[in-house]
């Protein structure tokens, strides 16, 4: 149920409702707008009418929610929602964010000669991989720790925050120096017993669809966050497994404005899983800004021909670089800049 309290009410106000709301056997989630506060009752609680908290104090209105995510929803936010990072950086704003880098941190010199290629051409977030689920057991699982520390120091020379893949819940304490944003993977999207502890982090969490999931299951694995207290939940749409085989996933670009309309958090494209392919990730880039995406997630490499992990799919500098140039062409066609 969402309670939208009116423009200028007060604070005794609003904490009547929530007493009341509290006593009704709900668990309340509070969103302060620029213009209104707006209160997410969560639960069960007992049937009621819903017009005695309408006659309270304050209230404008109150709406039952019939779709299961009732925090994801975009009604708790109508205004949509602005994940703020270090460095100025704002996920759901007027830009269009980039964050580009390796798919795997392999060795000082590849991660910061790749940092210093994409901080260059206008990314605003560095991303690597510390941590990597890989579907062979024998294959490159990452640096670890070692692998965090660098991406740390890259992103503090470069000014670029840091994103990257926590794959397990005994990992969150250890990477919570290092990085700006927790990412989850495709193959996480489920793991909710690591989602409900990422959502008693203060720290953004960027959310990958999973291979195979709906868009509600997406915003659903968001609640799971979300109820917990952490409202910094960044989605990202990365391609999905169907029939086809051309591509490693079939991008779905129309999750981009479904989600906007369904949901207020901000919603990120990776062309580069979406893909597989380095010649599909540009245009699929550019698609997924003329749709609405608030960000992009890209891989790009020095030499991909020798990467460890993913570089069929990875940029290189120039390639990436030249991408950067059209997408500041097309973002002003629907109103946004690339930043």
């Known amino acids: 149920m969402i309670v939208a309290m009116q423009e200028g009410a007060e604070e005794t106000q609003i904490q009547q409702v929530i007493d009341q ?55 708790f936010r109508p205004e949509g929602t602005i994940v703020r990072l270090p460095n100025g950086v704002n996920i759901g704003g007027n830009d ?46 990452g640096h670890g720790e070692e692998a965090l520390k660098l991406l740390r120091e890259a992103g503090e020379k470069f000014n670029l925050p840091v994103i990257s893949e926590v794959m397990e819940i005994s990992q969150i304490p250890l990477m919570m120096p290092y990085v700006d944003i927790l990412q989850v993977g495709a193959r996480n999207m489920q793991n909710f017993n690591l989602l409900r502890e990422l959502g008693k982090v203060r720290k953004p969490v960027l959310l990958k669809r999973g291979i195979a999931a709906t868009l509600e299951e997406l915003l659903l694995s968001a609640e799971y966050i979300m109820a917990g207290g952490n409202y910094d939940v960044i989605l990202c749409e990365r391609g999905i497994r169907t029939f086809e085989t051309y591509t490693r996933n079939t991008m779905d670009i129309s999750a981009i404005p479904i989600i ?80």
């Open 96 to 141: 269009v964010v980039v964050m580009a880098g390796p798919c795997s941190v392999e060795s000082r010199e590849q991660l910061f000669s790749t940092a210093e290629a994409v901080a260059k051409a206008g990314a605003r977030v560095l991303r690597g991989g510390a941590f990597k689920p890989r579907s062979s057991p024998y294959s490159f699982q």
């Open 21 to 75: 709301l509290v006593k009704l056997g709900f668990e309340v989630h509070r969103s302060s707008g620029a213009r209104m506060t707006v209160l997410g009752a969560v639960g069960t609680g007992i049937d009621f009418d819903i017009r005695n908290l309408e006659l309270l104090p304050g209230v404008q209105e109150v709406h039952r929610i019939s779709a299961p995510y009732k925090l994801a929803g975009r009604s």
């Open 260 to 339: 906007h309309k369904l949901s207020h958090l901000p919603m990120t494209a990776d062309p580069s899983h979406g893909t597989g392919r380095r010649d599909k990730v540009p245009p699929m880039a550019r698609a997924a800004v003329a749709a609405g995406a608030d960000a992009l997630l890209i891989e790009v490499h020095c030499n991909p021909e020798k990467a460890f992990s993913d570089g069929a799919q990875s940029l290189f500098p120039d390639q990436f670089s030249k991408l950067m140039d059209e997408l500041r062409m097309i973002a002003p066609a629907v109103g946004r800049k690339v930043g």
